[in-house]
């Protein structure tokens, strides 16, 4: 459920949003961005993106007994505004305000999820945090609205796409505790360049209450990716007054993010749902190039360099035996000769039986790839076996 808490009649909503003139007033027990599901003593956000247009139904949840917020000249249980989006995060800041848990923002070319789910295995039930792909301009607020009213830590993963994604949401909202993971060359196609990625995350620097509450990713020195991202949780739990050791080795990653599945006499590590030239070099080189067999597939939005990037990434890997597929790869192994790289175009010519039996004699199996290469399909193909 989405709510603020303390706020519990239209007029409160009214309130915070500076609406002087509210023609009826009505009880509000929920806060919905589904018209489908709205109802009386609901209030209807209608959101706007790419290919959508909440304000499109938002006489349908009138019609359904549900106020809205809407920047439309409606009659009924309406908040007429200018900028419904704004309002959004308004109405995530009061709740930040009337909750007040310790609050951590989390942002970063990579590791924002596995550190998240670190924080909530270490902190337990009393944190409440984002769930899976909830990281962009609308899943910030949405975990923030959906916090129960007893939460002690709020962990927010931040995901951005493109320049100004954060200029709202740094200057609506607040932290006690902001962590940047790393910064590297993903969604360069949509950034640009590194500068402004790196501009962009930075932005949430403007959220923190207090400004030496910074974690810095970049300025650890570890190039072992598990140890860099223990680091973080570390130094994160000692700003929140826990200073005992903790016990990482009792974490397991989620499905996609470096969870290992035992079959046969050895292990798929599934590193399925991302990939980055780093992430890949640093999980990689973890594990032991005579018992590991890497599946990868293409890295995507690295800009105008990307061929030369993958090139790079496969000599780097040389000691490894690859499997690749995708077009990139494809077009890197044209202009790079080496006989430890296979290719396969896809479901079709998938070297399912080789991989097995590499299983059977106790190697590991490593798959990872950009979310549009869909890894987990050739996953499958081994684990449904």
Do not use: W
């Not at 030239?277 to 990689?284: A, G, L, M, Q, S």
């Not at 080189?285 to 890497?294: A, F, G, I, Q, S």
């Not at 296979?342 to 399912?352: A, I, R, S, V």
Request: charged residues 25%; contains cysteine; hydrophobic residues 35%.
């Amino acid at each position: 459920m989405y709510k603020v808490k303390g706020l519990k009649k239209l007029s409160d909503y009214a309130n915070v949003l500076d609406i002087t003139c509210l023609n009826k007033d009505c009880d509000i027990t929920s806060i919905k961005f589904d018209s489908r599901d709205s109802k009386s003593n609901d209030i209807f956000i209608p959101l706007k993106g790419q290919k959508f247009n909440g304000e499109d139904f938002t006489e349908s949840a009138l019609e359904n007994g549900a106020a809205v917020i809407t920047e439309k000249n409606l009659n009924g249980l309406t908040l007429k505004v200018t900028d419904v989006y704004e309002c959004l995060l308004k109405l995530a800041k009061r709740n930040l305000e009337n909750v007040r848990p310790q609050i951590i923002f989390i942002t970063g070319s990579y590791g924002k999820t596995t550190i998240k789910d670190m924080l909530k295995h270490h902190l337990g039930n009393q944190c409440h945090c984002s769930k899976e792909n909830e990281n962009n301009e609308f899943g910030i607020p949405f975990t923030i609205l959906s916090m129960p009213t007893d939460t002690k830590f709020l962990v927010v993963e931040c995901g951005a796409r493109k320049k100004n994604d954060f200029d709202l949401i740094s200057q609506k909202l607040f932290c006690d505790i902001f962590i940047l993971t790393s910064i590297a060359s993903n969604h360069l196609e949509s950034f640009g360049d590194l500068e402004s990625i790196t501009k962009t995350k930075l932005k949430l620097n403007n959220c923190l209450v207090k400004k030496e509450n910074f974690i810095d990713g970049r300025k650890i020195s570890e190039d072992n990716f598990l140890l860099h991202n223990q680091k973080i949780v570390d130094m994160t739990m000692r700003f929140l007054g826990v200073t005992d050791s903790l016990n990482h080795g009792s974490f397991k990653p989620t499905k996609g993010r470096g969870n290992r599945i035992s079959r046969s006499n050895g292990e798929i590590i599934d590193q399925t749902y991302n990939a980055h030239p780093k992430t890949i070099y640093e999980t990689v080189t973890m594990e032991d190039p005579k018992k590991t067999t890497l599946i990868l597939g293409d890295m995507a939005e690295l800009g105008k360099d990307q061929i030369s990037i993958h090139i790079d990434m496969l000599t780097k890997l040389k000691e490894y035996e690859i499997f690749v597929t995708g077009n990139l790869f494809k077009k890197a192994l044209e202009q790079l000769k080496t006989s430890n790289v296979n290719y396969f175009h896809g479901l079709g010519d998938f070297p399912k039986q080789t991989l097995i039996k590499k299983l059977d004699a106790g190697e590991n199996l490593y798959f990872k790839g950009s979310r549009s290469s869909k890894m987990e399909q050739y996953l499958n193909l081994i684990t449904d076996d």
